[in-house]
């Protein structure tokens, strides 16, 4: 029986959905949804409902281990942290602040961001700091501040609720935030159901369901959206009044849009222009549009550049601030906005501007220290660039917290061989040895969801808390214990020569958060640990002048734009080159709404004759990022157990290649191998998912071996967006070779959403199709390709 339920939310994706923990005996035992919550309703996903079993593993960390005569042994806290501190100081004295780098997650609460924050910025006095949230979040982040000044969600998940047009762009929002596609379902079988437009390559539940599916080439999102945006415009669908109030650019983008036809698009896009006008028409006849945007547009050419023009569109049609009228520039991970908010992603904590010395002052302020401390004379150092720092020697430690670059990274040859570099002293604290924690000179063993107390932010501003629900194993710590010990031992004081960080647990760390937060966008102000206990999560702003929370941002007009307020001054969307604070000023000197245009570009890496395929890689629903915690559910790794390779149904039929064939896929980087799974895919691209590391396969494949791994990033590009610094994982050519024919081995790829195979006679796998049993009933795909 049931002794305790503590309250949680999800750690395993961004949608942050409320549950309860089931507690039996000081042991989790289950999990079920919180009934009373705005986000979910009650409802979980399949990585909610099992991925609790993985903090139960049997191989989790429990004791520190250091780096002796080239092997990884046990050791005790104690020695584990002299040897990181003495290493700090040595390199402090001998190199300064530039030599130590922190790379951390995600996943972690925000009283550990927040701390991270303080101790990188203001104790070490690094500008390299970074979260993955570079790899999947920083364009919804660098979107949402060129066009509307300041990062923060516009809309909101209800305004699901209330919507006639739905348009989800490279976001396949079935297999990402599945809770939110059963609201959309929910609408599809009511009584005045959304029109939905989907953008996407792949056959994912939400084409099946659309009114419009494109799936246009990769790497041509921009000009696809420059042809909506075009025809917008070119039918008058624009709301002029909103326009002259709450913006400005709209002439610039007009011009710029004068050639970019249906017709001109086709061609670049392999998109019919009749398709693109029925789009178009569907956008711009709706009287309440919700636009959502995800990898897809995110990690793929131009990324910026696309998610900006979603931006225009709302902006256009005055599509923003009241119900069903919103953008979700969406996130990948459970507290991706946490890292953006705390500043410790890039940015300065509280969103605020690190070109505005009244700003970095006023930071300097709320932590006690001298302006000067605060490093502000150059961008904070992005992920990708802090390992080209690490690479060239700069970087000479480099802190990894919650994340497994040496499977989550591009190009891994190379990012494996920065971090096996003696020359660099690697800190990786994690719940398991991983890929990356295998390369590194020490290991902390780190509590996890379920094991410690903090809050988390989703991607629609909705704050939730996480109480505390079992023991840690072993002597693994909570992560913000770990950021405290080192503040402690490192001496950290601030200018009046009092300890630079004075909260002592998560509660006081959320408090100290708070007066960060006071006044600035994204307040807290309003929240405490009790009010956020037993009830439903708090979307910010919570202030005195909103103390019940903010359902919309921008109801009446756009509130952080202002030069003296906004968080970033803007760059150049084609080139990355940065504005500044007279060229802003100039350019929207009142605080409006931004319209931002920029042109199409061919991508960099297309296919030829060695390379005829374009390669994508992606989610699966049953998968969380390099499966270090799902990997180790039973129910989870069943449903998804290995790497697989999707093709079109015309191209397998074309290379006379089936279900379940063993293929190489090669690209000028490295080479992954995956049994094939036949789909709906647009001909000419392949599709890998990027889960698959290499931590539980056997060593005869993989690195240092002959043997091809599985790690779709093998194969992916080191390059990233000009204005985001996002990696584009989505623009590699490709070239697929048949290894052994398939002979009665299936596929591991699901049965499911966009996996599903095209022929009628492929076997479910176990986790079985009913989780999405509608999807044969609408995609017309299914019925083709029987007789494979």
Request: proline share 6%; charged share 20%.
């Amino acid at each position: 029986m049931v002794q305790q339920w503590v309250q949680a939310a999800s750690i395993l994706h961004s949608d942050g959905d409320a549950m309860d923990i089931a507690v039996i005996d000081g042991r989790m035992a289950g999990v079920r949804g919180r009934v009373e919550d705005r986000v979910n309703r009650g409802r979980l996903g399949p990585k909610d409902l099992f991925g609790w079993q993985a903090n139960g593993s049997p191989d989790r960390l429990t004791l520190p281990l250091i780096r002796d005569g080239g092997q990884l042994v046990e050791t005790d806290w104690e020695t584990a942290m002299a040897r990181i501190v003495s290493r700090s100081r040595q390199l402090l004295d001998d190199r300064g602040p530039g030599s130590v780098g922190f790379y951390t997650s995600g996943q972690l609460f925000l009283e550990e961001y927040y701390t991270l924050a303080v101790l990188a910025r203001a104790g070490v006095g690094t500008n390299h700091l970074d979260g993955n949230t570079r790899l999947c979040t920083a364009t919804a982040a660098e979107a949402l501040k060129e066009s509307f000044g300041c990062d923060g969600q516009p809309g909101s998940y209800d305004d699901i609720d209330h919507a006639d047009v739905i348009a989800l762009f490279g976001h396949n929002i079935a297999e990402t935030q599945p809770v939110q596609w059963m609201r959309i379902l929910d609408r599809l079988e009511g009584g005045d159901p959304p029109r939905l437009l989907c953008v996407d390559p792949r056959p994912t539940p939400v084409a099946g369901r659309a009114s419009v599916h494109l799936a246009p080439r990769l790497g041509t999102n921009l000009a696809l959206l420059n042809a909506l945006l075009h025809e917008i415009i070119r039918t008058d669908r624009v709301d002029h009044d909103y326009i002259r109030t709450h913006t400005v650019g709209f002439e610039g983008l007009a011009s710029s849009l004068e050639t970019c036809t249906p017709q001109w698009a086709a061609g670049i896009c392999d998109v019919p222009a009749a398709r693109i006008s029925e789009a178009a028409e569907l956008l711009g006849g709706a009287d309440r549009l919700l636009s959502t945007v995800l990898q897809g547009i995110y990690q793929s050419h131009q990324a910026t550049a696309a998610a900006v023009q979603v931006n225009n569109l709302h902006l256009l049609r005055g599509m923003l601030g009241r119900p069903g009228a919103g953008v979700l520039q969406m996130n990948g991970q459970p507290t991706a906005q946490n890292t953006r908010e705390c500043g410790a992603n890039g940015d300065l904590p509280g969103f605020r501007n690190w070109q505005n010395d009244a700003h970095v002052a006023d930071l300097a302020r709320v932590w006690n220290v001298e302006p000067s401390t605060i490093p502000h004379y150059a961008p904070p150092t992005h992920a990708m660039q802090m390992f080209r720092y690490a690479e060239q020697g700069t970087i000479r430690m480099l802190w990894i917290s919650g994340t497994n670059p040496a499977v989550s990274l591009p190009e891994l040859s190379r990012i494996r061989a920065i971090l096996a570099q003696e020359q660099l002293f690697v800190v990786v604290q994690d719940l398991f040895l991983t890929e990356t924690a295998q390369l590194a000179d020490v290991v902390l063993p780190a509590a996890t969801w379920g094991e410690k107390t903090g809050t988390c932010t989703n991607a629609d501003r909705t704050v939730h808390l996480c109480d505390k629900a079992v023991e840690p194993p072993g002597e693994a710590k909570p992560d913000l214990e770990i950021f405290l010990d080192y503040a402690r031992r490192m001496d950290f004081r601030d200018k009046d020569g009092g300890p630079l960080i004075t909260w002592h647990d998560p509660e006081s760390a959320f408090e100290a958060w708070k007066r960060c937060s006071a006044g600035r966008p994204c307040d807290y102000t309003g929240l405490t640990y009790e009010r956020l206990r037993g009830r439903s999560g708090v979307q910010w702003p919570v202030n005195e002048k909103a103390p019940d929370g903010t359902e919309r941002l921008y109801t009446d007009g756009i509130s952080w734009a202002h030069p003296d307020r906004c968080e970033a001054y803007g760059k150049d969307l084609v080139t990355g080159a940065a504005d500044d604070a007279v060229e802003y000023r100039s350019f929207n000197p009142d605080g409006k709404g931004m319209i931002k245009a920029a042109a199409y570009q061919p991508p960099h890496e297309m296919p030829d004759e060695e390379y005829p395929y374009q390669l994508t890689t992606g989610r699966t629903i049953y998968h969380f990022h390099t499966r270090t915690k799902t990997g180790r559910v039973p129910q989870l790794n069943a449903a998804a157990p290995d790497v697989w390779v999707e093709i079109s149904l015309d191209d397998a039929a074309r290379l006379g290649l089936g279900e379940g064939d063993l293929v190489d896929v090669s690209t000028r980087r490295g080479t992954l191998r995956g049994r094939l799974r036949v789909t709906g895919l647009r001909p000419g691209l392949l599709f890998v998912p990027f889960h698959y590391g290499y931590w539980d396969t056997s060593a005869g494949s993989g690195p240092g071996t002959t043997t091809p791994g599985r790690a779709a990033n093998e194969t992916t590009v080191t390059a990233w967006d000009p204005a985001s610094k996002q990696p584009l994982f989505k623009t590699a050519a490709a070239a697929l070779t048949l290894v052994e024919r398939a002979d009665g081995t299936p596929s591991p790829a699901p049965t499911t959403a966009a996996s599903a195979p095209a022929a009628r006679n492929v076997r479910a796998t176990v986790g079985g199709p009913s989780a999405h049993a509608t999807q044969a009933q609408h995609t017309a795909w299914d019925t083709r390709g029987d007789d494979q």
